[in-house]
């Protein structure tokens, strides 16, 4: 209805304004001559016309998309399932929701979600909270020179990489028809244990050192954009749990897994993981 009646509107104006100037028009020597018949409207309720139609004009679009970012999307994990929360925006605000529903996994809080700010606080106070202590240099010095125990690295790899190759094989086969969760678990335990052992060159483990150094700084000046690049850069993931409303443990890139070893708030939980106590 509105939009004929837009049309109609602007049809009628088509009609009305050379009406409306009809007692003056131009003649072939460009002069303004009176014209042959009574205009319909008068020149005041013409220039009323014009100015309502020059202020609708200039009405703002009060239906922007508004962009919502989010630090932790693609990095947060649930602490049940251990699979991505999602970020959606929504009314109110801006969630993370636990996505194994749609993925056909059964999860204990299938049906929760959090509060963004509540998360991105409580990751804001732990990126703060990672200081490296003064003698961090001797410290790393000798982490680096002391040799890994354990089977031969390259070794390890071959052997990760063939079992991953037969896994999925097997699953091409339909071998794991009957039990697709469990495949997917075991294939990223695997490339868990592959990116544990690949093997870091000491200058990436320094480089990793200056961004620490600077990292309290960065964060408090940093934009949204800018957080969410730093939260990719350090970590590979972020385990919150929806019973504590906390989260739990943090998993550093592997060129920081020596640093985080040093962060006194931080405690290592095993896997490679670390908690913080958010007093």
């Known amino acids: 209805?509105?939009?004929?009646?837009?049309?109609?509107?602007?049809?009628?104006?088509?009609?009305?304004?050379?009406?409306?100037?009809?007692?003056?028009?131009?003649?072939?020597?460009?002069?303004?001559?009176?014209?042959?018949?009574?205009?319909?409207?008068?020149?005041?309720?013409?220039?009323?016309?014009?100015?309502?139609?020059?202020?609708?004009?200039?009405?703002?679009?009060?239906?922007?998309?508004?962009?919502?970012?989010?630090?932790?999307?693609?990095?947060?994990?649930?602490?049940?399932?251990?699979?991505?929360?999602?970020?959606?925006?929504?009314?109110y605000g801006r969630y993370y929701r636990d996505a194994s529903r749609f993925l056909g996994v059964d999860c204990s809080f299938s049906t929760s979600s959090v509060r963004a700010d509540l998360v991105e606080e409580q990751i804001g106070l732990l990126m703060e909270s990672i200081v490296l202590p003064d003698n961090w240099q001797v410290s790393l010095q000798d982490a680096l020179k002391t040799p890994t125990e354990g089977p031969d690295p390259q070794k390890e790899k071959a052997r990760i990489k063939g079992e991953i190759r037969r896994m999925?094989?097997?699953y091409n086969r339909g071998l794991y028809e009957s039990d697709v969760h469990s495949f997917w678990r075991d294939i990223e335990a695997l490339q868990m244990q592959l990116e544990a052992i690949e093997q870091i060159t000491p200058h990436e483990v320094r480089q990793a050192a200056v961004t620490l150094l600077g990292l309290r700084e960065a964060w408090g000046i940093a934009t949204l954009d800018e957080r969410k690049v730093l939260c990719k850069m350090l970590l590979k993931d972020i385990v919150f749990d929806f019973e504590k409303k906390l989260i739990v443990s943090i998993r550093p890139r592997s060129e920081y897994a020596v640093l985080f070893q040093m962060v006194p708030s931080l405690q290592a939980i095993g896997d490679g993981s670390y908690s913080y106590h958010f007093g």
């Open 1 to 91: 209805m509105c939009k004929h009646r837009s049309c109609q509107q602007q049809h009628l104006f088509l009609i009305i304004k050379p009406r409306a100037k009809a007692e003056k028009k131009k003649s072939g020597k460009g002069q303004l001559i009176k014209g042959m018949h009574q205009p319909i409207i008068s020149k005041e309720l013409f220039a009323q016309c014009l100015k309502v139609r020059s202020k609708r004009r200039h009405t703002k679009n009060t239906h922007q998309n508004i962009r919502h970012v989010y630090i932790l999307s693609s990095i947060i994990i649930c602490n049940c399932c251990k699979r991505n929360l999602r970020a959606q925006s929504a009314r």
């Open 168 to 170: 999925r094989e097997s």
